[in-house]
């Protein structure tokens, strides 16, 4: 087996490591404007470290594709606001006000990350389906009451 097949193998493992330091660094924003950010130390540091690894996952499964992505693409923007939203999480240990941009930057990685393996419209509400008459539901009673009496 080649160096590639395992860095492409471990990589997969970015699908599971990735929700940690989504949880870990949202939590730890929200005990930064709710107790302080000697609350949310630990939780930013945990945070940060499981991000820089999601983000290492992420290169280590994109690098299976064998391409160059077009700039400003769906993975593009996915990739980079990754990196740079792990970027924020280690700044944030020191500097607890860059849990903010750090969340925004997870957000958008979220994001771009759902429209690659969702679709671009995942989040839109599914259209209703057209609702004409149907048979059994809508004409069928109606024969029954006035038509089967006298027509069998």
């Known amino acids: 087996m080649y160096l590639q097949d395992w860095v492409s193998w471990v990589g997969r493992f970015h ?4 929700h940690f330091p989504i949880a870990l660094l949202l939590v730890a924003l929200v005990l930064h404007l709710r107790r302080g950010p000697d609350a949310a130390r ?8 499981s ?25 593009w923007i996915h990739r980079w606001a990754g990196v740079a939203a ?6 944030a240990v020191s500097r607890p006000r860059a849990l903010i941009a750090a969340a925004l930057l997870i957000a ?3 994001h771009y990350g759902a429209r690659m393996v969702h679709g671009n419209g995942y989040l839109s509400l ?9 048979f ?17």
């Open 15 to 18: 699908l599971v490591a990735l």
């Open 42 to 49: 630990t939780c930013t540091a945990w945070g940060a470290a």
């Open 51 to 75: 991000a820089v690894l999601a983000a290492l996952l992420g290169w280590a499964y994109a690098s299976g594709g064998g391409g160059q992505e077009e700039f400003f693409s769906n993975i």
């Open 86 to 91: 792990a970027g924020f999480a280690v700044l």
């Open 108 to 110: 958008v990685a979220g």
């Open 126 to 134: 599914p259209a209703p389906a057209a609702a004409g008459p149907g």
């Open 136 to 152: 059994t539901a809508d004409v069928l009673p109606i024969l029954e009451g006035r038509c089967v009496m006298c027509h069998g």
